[in-house]
């Protein structure tokens, strides 16, 4: 598997731990604790884009309208190649230390 950014980690592992029914705008939240936060179109537009790529690795599945100009995304949920990639990420997250 190729190498994956911190954002398209965390949305393999958050549609996982949803049972494949999440919306885009949770998505949102990875931007929530951040001290130097985009603003908020760079926000959606970054998500999109690592949706996208996503999908064109085959590991996520996109619902949602098309217009002429663009896709309006509303839905995403993991193919099988995703939900193994979300298992490999958690199992190799390190456990914390209290």
């Known amino acids: 598997m190729t190498k994956l950014s911190r954002l398209q980690k965390y949305i393999l592992v958050e ?3 949803h049972n494949n ?7 949102l939240n990875f931007y929530k604790n951040k001290k130097d936060k985009p603003d908020k ?3 959606h537009n970054n998500i999109t884009k690592s949706i996208e790529r996503l999908i064109d690795r085959g ?3 996109g619902y949602g309208r098309r217009t ?3 896709w ?3 839905k995403i949920e993991l193919t099988t190649r995703g939900k193994t990639a979300a298992e490999k990420i958690l199992s190799s997250k390190q ?3 209290f």
């Open 15 to 17: 549609v996982y731990n």
């Open 21 to 27: 029914n999440y919306k885009k705008e949770d998505l």
């Open 41 to 43: 179109k760079d926000q």
């Open 59 to 61: 590991l996520l599945i």
């Open 68 to 70: 002429p100009q663009k």
């Open 72 to 74: 309006f995304m509303e």
């Open 95 to 97: 456990k914390k230390l």
